[in-house]
């Protein structure tokens, strides 16, 4: 059983910033990814961003130059950080890992709200 527990959302004005955290609760080199899904309200969940066990990055294009996400192995955790925030940023924001090859999450956080007022 793996849990994965979202901190770091809230209010935020656009032009802010705010950094989710997401703890696992086992080692995350077992985890071939590990990455930030987001969903609006009315709206199909989309992956934001992911970070492969090798180090490598990808980004949706909505969000590139503004988000980074990182990890601490050390701490079995994940962040995104998140700058110029837009309105159409808010969404409930969700930590996922993936054991499969094809980087499909197996495991999903309960969510994080992020709510950005223009």
């Known amino acids: 059983q793996v849990q994965l527990v979202e901190s770091g959302g809230g209010l935020v004005q656009a032009g802010g910033s705010l950094r989710l955290s997401c703890a696992a609760s086992r080692s995350m080199i077992s985890f071939n990814a590990m990455g930030w899904s987001r969903q609006a309200p009315g709206k199909q969940r989309e992956l934001v961003a992911r970070?492969?066990?090798?180090?490598?990055?990808n980004y949706a294009d909505s969000v590139k130059g503004r988000f980074t996400i990182s990890r601490d192995n050390a701490n079995n955790t994940v962040y995104l950080q998140m700058n110029s925030l837009k309105p159409e940023d808010t969404a409930v924001y969700y930590c996922?890992?993936?054991?499969?090859?094809?980087?499909?999450?197996?495991?999903w956080g309960q969510g994080t709200q992020v709510t950005v007022s223009s």
């Open positions: 996922n890992a993936a054991t499969r090859w094809d980087l499909r999450a197996d495991y």
């Open positions: 970070i492969t066990r090798g180090g490598s990055t």
